[in-house]
């Protein structure tokens, strides 16, 4: 079963513009919604909410804890960035039944030798996460994807290649690149670039000369 995240939270009685209060007390506001019951307004600390995120893999369940109140179980619906600091401004929840089906993106880790990418030395353009269906009590941190099938660098790994655990459903296009070995860059070694620009400097010259 999914592990639930158990974190604080408060309710709120702050809101629109104020909410600029909170976050200079390193608070972030936030929503509970969904399930067809009442909006929550809740505010949390900034740096528990950080760490929790960089501890845990994306479509990980929260287990917000309000006063007095049962454990809300839900998902991490929306995270809204100030544009320029990138800063959290606001967060999103929504409410999550463990047996019910959920639409997620879940990341990727790749496994395995590529031979394309040993043997050219090439660079592996990839996803970073595949969106699936499943049950809320199934959500996994990573869906392994092995590489050995990319042999050349026309070889191509699509979604509907990956292999999805049992109870697990693609969303999205199957024919959507996830993984594949691009060639190595050329780069002109220094010698044969002195070379090339000696040659061309007697054209652009007599070009010179020639227009005056």
Request: with cysteine.
């Amino acid at each position: 079963m999914a592990k639930q995240i158990e974190m604080d939270v408060a309710p709120r009685e702050v809101f629109g513009k104020k909410t600029k209060s909170l976050r200079r007390q390193g608070l972030i506001p936030g929503n509970i919604g969904g399930h067809k019951a009442d909006s929550v307004a809740i505010q949390f600390d900034a740096k528990v909410f950080k760490r929790l995120q960089h501890e845990n893999r994306a479509g990980s369940i929260y287990a917000l804890n309000l006063p007095g109140k049962s454990a809300e179980t839900v998902l991490v619906h929306h995270v809204e960035h100030n544009p320029v600091s990138g800063e959290i401004q606001h967060v999103d929840f929504s409410r999550v039944s463990m047996d019910e089906q959920v639409s997620i993106k879940v990341p990727l880790h790749f496994v395995g030798e590529s031979p394309a990418l040993k043997d050219t030395k090439g660079t592996l353009l990839h996803m970073d996460a595949l969106e699936v269906q499943c049950r809320a009590s199934d959500i996994l941190p990573a869906i392994e994807v092995d590489l050995s099938p990319l042999k050349t660098l026309d070889d191509t790994i699509y979604a509907r290649d990956v292999k999805l655990p049992q109870g697990f459903k693609l969303v999205g296009d199957p024919e959507e690149s996830v993984a594949k070995v691009a060639p190595p860059k050329v780069e002109l070694p220094a010698p044969e670039a002195a070379e090339a620009a000696a040659e061309a400097a007697p054209a652009a010259e007599s070009e010179s000369t020639a227009s005056e």
